[in-house]
């Protein structure tokens, strides 16, 4: 048969006179007139090539056919039912899921371990997942469904993709606690690094993609000026590592800077020139933005980012549309 001939009040027809036995009787019981319940029994007949019932007296028999419809039309009227009943309320506690989220060690480092402990309070079946930056490209990401929510500076990305800020995210400029030429020149920690040692000094960066320049690089460009970048490093972590070994100055995320100076003997020091820094950003594919489970776990996420103070650091910004992995 033609299942372009049937539409969902055919099969309710179907039902109610399979119930009811009588055009009359079914009418009422949903709600039609005589007249549309025998026009829509006709089109029932001619889209099944069978009489479907017969009459007897006032009763209307059902064929063999119509008898062999009785429980698959009831059954999938339920399904139907069931599929369009209102989504039962959401818990937490219940959910069982795996979210992927991507985004740089900055976030793997400062945002998730406190993060990962409070989701285990509240939903303890909830496991994550955390992929590099350099993964690829966010809107395929999401489109896949390999990722659900991507922590990024702003991305050039597609229309269908959703997103909402985080916070802002100033360099701070980071040196071995016992860097000897800032020592030799005098320069406390908490100072802006004067502009002529800051760009003799050697500098690392964080690159996830291997360019040997970033943001610093254009605040200097715009002065006249360039620094010496001679290492590039696909992590946050890295390059404060390397910052730790004496030899490099490195801007870095401020909030990041803090965290690393707790654990690496690193000093913090001002920039000597403005570095502009775009506002992070969360996004998630717009087919998820009312999926209780994945709003509750960016609400979750923004609850987090307060908490921390991500967000209390001030600092600048730049069009949404750019794209610049390094620093």
Known sequence: ?????????????????????????????IGLSQ???????????????????????????????????????????????????PAKSFDPAALERTFTFMGADFF????????AARIAALAPRVSFRFLDSARGDVSRLLQEDQIDVALERPLDVSEWVSSAPLFDAPFAIIAARDNAVLGRAGIAEGDPVPIDLFCEL??????????????????????????QVRLALPHFQAVALAVASGLYLAAVPRQ????????????????????????????????????????????????????????DWGGGGVPESRNQPTV
């Not at 969902?8 to 119930?19: G, T």
């Not at 793997?108 to 993060?115: A, D, V």
């Not at 820094?277 to 594919?285: E, G, K, L």
Request: aromatic share 6%.
């Open 1 to 29: 048969m033609n299942l372009n001939a049937l539409d969902l009040n055919l099969v309710r027809v179907l039902d109610a006179l399979l119930c009811e036995r009588s055009v009359t009787r079914a009418g009422e019981q």
């Open 108 to 115: 793997s480092m400062l945002l998730m371990p406190p993060f």
């Open 202 to 227: 050697p500098h690392a960066l964080r690159s996830i993609d291997g360019s040997m320049s970033g943001f610093t690089d254009e605040a200097l460009g715009r002065i006249g000026r360039t620094r």
């Open 256 to 311: 990041f800077a803090v965290v690393a100076a707790k654990s690496l003997p690193l000093a913090l020091y001002e920039s000597p020139l403005p570095i502009f820094s775009p506002a992070v950003r969360m996004y998630w594919h717009a087919r998820h933005d009312d999926e209780p489970p994945h709003r509750w776990i960016r609400d979750r996420i923004l609850e987090a980012v307060a908490a921390l103070g991500l967000g």
């Open 35 to 85: 007249p549309a319940v025998s026009a829509a029994l006709n089109r029932l007949r001619h889209a099944l090539n069978d009489q479907l019932f017969v009459r007897r007296g006032n009763d209307m028999v059902p064929t063999p056919r119509a008898e062999s419809l009785v429980e698959p039309v009831r059954a999938a009227l339920r399904e139907i039912e069931r599929a369009f009943q």
